[in-house]
């Protein structure tokens, strides 16, 4: 079973608008982490946010929120007032809490396109 | 603070002659991992070191890649013979440990082209 799905593989928004960018996942681990990254068209891989699956409160940093819902396994981001430079592919990951050898799972990625 | 480097950024070779890739971690970080990421795709852990000592290499194509981490700081990725299905983007990241909340801070990259 794949660790991480993401189900959108392209997205568009309308600049200013509101965007939800579905991630779910897979662990029978009670410790984990979820992350979501940025990828522009240079190549760099931006870390934008983390939620660990013992915070009861949703992770926020600035127009960026992640919406974790611990019952049904998913980790959905929500871009707010999105901007141009928001164009990009969205990478969903998680990395489960066993031991020192913890892998990084990355989904397959949904590319944003911002329309003006 | 400064982020994590790598080079060169492009490299073209043609198939069946070596390459290698440079990597320095974030200072402090202990945690290195080597991603190869092919085009549409996610990238793909091909390994992790934890200091000096490997602890994960099960996806790296052991007959053709290698990597180092000497001092359990600078890391090389090194692929000889190169194949065609080399073609992709060699990613670096570094983290100060491996826990499930430990965030992966990546490098720019590296564009390799096998023709």
């Known amino acids: 079973a794949q660790k991480i799905t993401q189900t959108q593989p392209g997205m568009f928004v309308q600049e200013k608008e509101a965007v939800t960018l579905d991630c779910t996942y897979d662990?029978?681990?009670?410790?984990?982490?979820l992350f979501w990254y940025k990828q522009p068209s240079s190549g760099e891989m931006i870390f934008l946010i983390y939620?660990?699956?013992?915070?009861?409160q949703n992770a926020t940093e600035g127009r960026y929120s992640l919406n974790f819902q611990k019952a049904r396994k998913s980790a959905n981001l929500v871009i707010s007032a999105s901007q141009l430079g928001d164009s990009a592919m969205y990478f969903c990951?998680?990395?489960?809490?066993?031991?020192?050898?913890?892998?990084?799972?990355f989904g397959t990625g949904t590319s944003l396109t911002v329309i003006p | 603070e400064a982020g994590v480097a790598q080079s060169p950024r492009y490299k073209i070779i043609e198939k069946r002659q070596s390459v290698a890739f440079w990597c320095n971690p974030i200072?402090?970080?202990?945690?290195l991992y080597w991603y190869q990421q092919i085009l549409g795709q996610g990238p793909k852990l091909l390994i992790q070191?934890?200091?000096?000592?490997?602890v994960d290499d099960s996806q790296l194509p052991k007959d053709r890649f290698s990597a180092e981490r000497l001092k359990g700081v600078d890391s090389t990725l090194k692929i000889q013979p190169a194949k065609l299905e080399d073609s992709a983007v060699y990613l670096c990241?570094?983290?100060w440990g491996a826990g499930a909340g430990e965030t992966q801070y990546f490098g720019p990259g590296t564009r390799l082209l096998v023709l």
């Open positions: 939620q660990g699956s013992y915070d009861e």
């Open positions: 662990t029978s681990d009670q410790s984990y982490g």
């Open positions: 990241a570094s983290s």
């Open positions: 070191f934890q200091n000096n000592g490997v």
């Open positions: 990951a998680m990395r489960e809490g066993r031991g020192t050898g913890n892998q990084f799972y």
């Open positions: 200072s402090g970080h202990a945690t």
